[in-house]
C-alpha cells in the first residue's frame, strides 16, 4: 500500500540553525501539506500545495517557514531561524484531490519528524 | 468558541465494551469530516470518513449531524488494539487545511 515518507525521523537542531524536513507524498498525490503537533497539542496546520506554489498557509507559516518541492517527488519544509518553540512533531500529508466532501480528499499523514530546538 | 470540540476523556473501558466518542463543530460551512486515530507518538491514521447518510466499517459507526453541528463515532466490541486518541477532524468547503479536534484518549482494559 502506497504510503507517505518523512525524513529525517528526528532532528535535533540549535537556535537560530536552519533545518530542513523532506517528505515523499504518495505517488499519484496533488496535494500536500505539512502540519505540526507539540507535544501534548492537537495537530495544528502549517500550509497547503499545489501545482508548485503555496495555496493556503496559516498563522503559524511566517517568514521563517518555507516549502519547496525540488523535483517530482520530494517535498520539503525549510525553517531559516529555528527557536525553541519550534520544538514540534511535523508531519506531512498528501490528498488525491482537495475538493472538500468530494471523494479522494481524504489527507494521509506520513510518519513525522521529530525537530527538537536546543 | 474552539472550531472543534471532542469530549475531554479518557476513557477507560473493558474489553468487549461499546463506547461512544462526540465532536462539535462551529464552522457550519464545515463540508468534510473525518475520524483518524493517534497513537502515542505517531501520525494521524485515517479511521474513517464521515458522510451525511452515516457509515459503518465493521465494529466502527459514524454519524453526521449537521443541523446540530455534531458528529460521532460509536466502536463496538472493544478490542485492546483500539486503544488510541480518536480524533474529530473536519474541513472548510473552502480551504484545504484540515481542523482537527484535542482528541478523545480511549483505553480499552483486560
Known amino acids: 500500500e502506497p504510503e507517505v515518507t518523512q525524513t529525517p525521523s528526528h532532528q535535533v537542531t540549535q537556535m537560530g540553525q536552519e533545518v530542513i524536513l523532506r517528505c515523499v507524498p504518495i505517488?499519484?498525490?496533488?496535494?500536500f501539506y505539512w502540519y505540526r503537533q507539540i507535544l501534548g497539542q492537537k495537530v495544528e496546520f502549517l500550509v497547503s500545495?499545489?501545482?508548485?506554489?503555496?495555496?493556503?498557509k496559516s498563522e503559524i507559516f511566517d517568514d521563517q517557514f518555507s516549502v519547496e518541492r525540488p523535483d517530482g517527488s520530494n517535498f520539503t519544509l525549510k525553517i531559516r531561524s529555528t527557536k525553541l518553540e519550534d520544538s514540534a512533531m511535523y508531519f506531512c500529508?498528501?490528498?488525491?484531490?482537495?475538493?472538500?466532501?468530494?471523494?479522494?480528499?481524504?489527507?494521509?499523514f506520513g510518519p513525522g519528524t521529530r525537530l527538537t530546538v536546543l | 468558541r474552539k472550531e472543534v470540540e471532542q469530549d475531554p476523556g479518557p476513557f477507560n473501558v473493558p474489553e468487549g465494551a461499546t463506547v461512544a466518542f462526540n465532536c462539535t463543530y462551529s464552522?457550519?460551512?464545515?463540508?468534510?469530516f473525518f475520524w483518524y486515530r493517534q497513537d502515542c507518538r505517531k501520525e494521524p491514521k485515517l479511521l474513517m470518513s464521515?458522510?451525511?447518510s452515516g457509515n459503518e466499517d465493521g465494529r466502527f459507526t459514524a454519524q453526521l449531524n449537521r443541523a446540530s453541528q455534531y458528529i460521532s463515532l460509536l466502536i463496538r466490541d472493544s478490542k485492546l488494539s483500539d486503544s488510541a486518541t480518536y480524533l474529530c477532524?473536519?474541513?472548510?468547503?473552502?480551504?484545504?487545511?484540515?481542523?482537527f479536534g484535542p482528541g478523545t484518549r480511549l483505553s480499552v482494559l483486560p
Open positions: 464552522n457550519s460551512a464545515s463540508q468534510s
Open positions: 500545495f499545489y501545482n508548485n506554489e503555496i495555496s493556503e
Open positions: 505517488s499519484n498525490h496533488l496535494y
Open positions: 477532524v473536519v474541513r472548510r468547503n473552502y480551504g484545504q487545511n484540515f481542523v
Open positions: 500529508a498528501s490528498s488525491e484531490e482537495a475538493l472538500a466532501g468530494g471523494p479522494g480528499n481524504e489527507q494521509f
Open positions: 464521515v458522510y451525511s
